[in-house]
């Protein structure tokens, strides 16, 4: 169930001025304070996506992240155990094994 942030309207209770609240998606938004009964809005917030930022990261996703070394080679940066590190255009043997990070 998403998260959902609430502004207190009025002077702020014990929960402070902002709180968070937990609620299905079909739930209507709060209007007052569960714990002081105050008039309260509810504010749109940004999504808590992550994005990987290293390659151990990318690896551990499931992705596969190729830099280019001269032309038609490169180096799979996120090679698992048994892959290649350098992939050649036309040799499919050095290609990474996609079946093995979870892909359909």
Do not use: W
């Not at 014990?14 to 938004?29: H, K, L, P």
């Not at 990987?52 to 032309?71: A, I, N």
Request: glycine content about 8%; hydrophobic content about 30%.
């Amino acid at each position: 169930m998403p998260v959902y942030e609430y502004e207190h309207l009025a002077d702020p209770c014990a929960v402070g001025r902002f709180f968070e609240r937990t609620q299905a998606m079909s739930e209507d938004a709060l209007t007052t304070c569960p714990e002081c009964g105050g008039p309260v809005k509810r504010l749109i917030s940004l999504p808590n996506i992550s994005t990987p930022t290293t390659d151990s990261e990318l690896k551990s996703m499931g992705f596969t992240k190729l830099v280019r070394r001269d032309s038609g080679v490169y180096e799979n940066v996120t090679a698992l155990p048994g892959e290649s590190k350098v992939m050649e255009a036309g040799k499919p043997e050095t290609l990474p094994d996609l079946k093995r990070r979870g892909l359909d």
